[in-house]
């Protein structure tokens, strides 16, 4: 749709798209404007009882690759209505989702995504800032200082418990996990819980401070 003119409340995506021989790149931009909003591989009769043309994705712009052959810059817009307020697993379900795997395309790359203000509000953010901590810590005016345990996989619960323990103990305000720690055969998430709530009580009753452990979560 070159004469589509974006919204401030669009969302952006640059993709390079190789088609496969023989599909111009206007069809293999348009078929991944489509396939990534409202489109499917053919027509079918209940795009008749909605309005395709308020929801559907839209490239309206393609660039060849300089220096490439048979390599193009698909750039498509999205109506902001297409995605759950707040959730980046949506957004990115949407746009980098089964359209990489369209018969269409030979091979297809995000390159750049811009997301509009409208969007960005509508996440939450944290529960609670810094000040909060600071609050549970009973720690003001300096930094806080924390770590994580590591090795950060490989660790028994009991293990980990004892270095959440030592950290703490030896003058750390909180530990944390580390991303790639979650509840894994050598350590579940309910025994880390346990043994580290009762690192940091221990560490708590042995300094006079409050102490704090990040326990991961997702």
Not at 89 to 101: H, K, L, R
Request: glycine letters at 8%; aromatic letters at 12%; charged letters at 25%.
């Amino acid at each position: 749709t070159p004469e589509y003119e974006t919204k401030e409340t669009d969302i952006l995506a640059a993709f390079r798209v190789t088609p496969q021989p023989g599909v111009p790149p206007e069809e293999a931009g348009a078929a991944v404007a489509a396939e990534s909003s409202t489109g499917t591989w053919t027509t079918v009769w209940t795009d008749g009882l909605t309005s395709l043309d308020r929801y559907k994705g839209r490239c309206y712009h393609i660039e060849p690759v300089p220096g490439e052959e048979d390599q193009f810059i698909a750039y498509v817009a999205y109506p902001l209505d297409l995605f759950e307020e707040g959730s980046v697993t949506n957004m990115f379900t949407s746009i980098v989702g089964n359209v990489f795997g369209f018969k269409a395309l030979r091979a297809l790359r995000l390159e750049d995504l811009r997301i509009p203000i409208a969007y960005i509000k509508t996440f939450q953010g944290p529960p609670h800032g810094i000040q909060v901590e600071r609050d549970k810590l009973n720690k003001y005016g300096r930094p806080l200082l924390g770590c994580t345990i590591k090795p950060k996989l490989g660790l028994s619960a009991k293990n980990y418990g004892r270095a959440v323990y030592e950290c703490l103990r030896g003058g750390l305000d909180f530990t944390k996990d580390d991303e790639n720690v979650n509840s894994q055969p050598f350590m579940r998430w309910r025994d880390r819980f346990v043994f580290c709530a009762e690192a940091l009580y221990k560490a708590q009753a042995e300094t006079g401070e409050i102490k704090g452990h990040y326990l991961n979560a997702t």
